[in-house]
């Protein structure tokens, strides 16, 4: 289906970030377990890299599991885990034809073996895929990710290979795991919660925020061309004044 035509393609954001949330709450309303709502978010993922590989977004980055997340009931764990091993596996033929390129971000050495694996294929599969990149974080923490980039910076001062006084905002960016990717211009949150949950602290300096009240299993294609939409209303100054921006 086509775009909405209120879309102007030559104000995309190059990169769009989700906070996919609300699956337990929209499963609760049903009257069924929260893992039923993880299932139906799968939908609503497919639907969202879609619209975003059709629209023309070069970058879409995915919150899908934290690191607080582990504290979950174990039961919950297991599903989320199991749930995304099935669907990287089933999703990865889907990708190749878009065109677009998995990747994957966090601490991912802490997710089970067949996960790992599972992503490793997909990510080995996909890596010549140049419409989209779509990165999934997973067993991310915006604080786990500064903490290794410090430790990965100190040891390199402390070999001699790094100047202190050359250490700049560019040093910080190579060491994180966005490594290569753009600063998204975009985040999205749904479920109506208006808060950031340790996600891309630092990438987000200058992000435009957008929250929406949908639960994650109904977020649709309308519900993403309507953030791009709103997005494309706004008037980023980066500090500056209205004036100097629109001259
Ligand atoms: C988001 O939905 C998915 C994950 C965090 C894995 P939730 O599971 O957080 O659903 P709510 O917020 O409890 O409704
Ligand atoms: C954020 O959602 C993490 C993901 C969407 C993967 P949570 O549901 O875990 O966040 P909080 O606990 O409500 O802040
Ligand atoms: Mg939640």
């Not at 504290?71 to 099935?86: D, G």
């Not at 975009?186 to 639960?215: M, P, V």
């Amino acid at each position: 289906m086509a775009i909405d035509t209120r879309i102007n393609q030559s104000k995309l954001p190059k990169h769009v970030a989700v906070i996919m949330d609300g699956n337990g709450r929209w499963a609760k309303q049903r009257g069924k377990l929260r893992t039923f709502g993880h299932g139906k978010g799968v939908k609503a993922v497919r639907e969202t890299v879609e619209t975003a590989a059709e629209m023309g977004i070069e970058y879409l980055t995915l919150y899908a599991f934290s690191t607080e997340n582990w504290n979950r009931p174990k039961f919950e764990v297991n599903a989320l885990m199991t749930l995304l091993v099935k669907t990287i596996n089933k999703e990865t033929k889907t990708l190749t034809e878009n065109n677009i390129r998995l990747n994957a971000i966090g601490d991912l050495q802490s997710l089970p073996s067949s996960c790992l694996k599972e992503l490793n294929e997909a990510i080995e599969k996909t890596k010549g895929n140049t419409r989209m990149t779509l990165t999934l974080a997973l067993s991310y923490s915006s604080k786990w990710e500064m903490t290794e980039a410090i430790k990965a910076i100190a040891k390199n001062v402390k070999s001699g290979k790094l100047d202190v006084e050359a250490i700049n905002e560019s040093t910080i960016d190579e060491h994180l795991c966005t490594l290569g990717i753009p600063d998204p211009e975009l985040l999205i949150r749904t479920s109506g919660e208006h808060r950031i949950s340790n996600f891309l602290l630092w990438q987000i300096a200058y992000a435009e925020l957008y929250f929406t009240d949908k639960l994650w299993p109904d977020f649709e294609k309308i519900d993403f061309e309507a953030a791009i939409i709103d997005y494309q209303g706004r008037e980023r100054r980066f500090g500056k004044i209205s004036e100097q921006v629109s001259a």
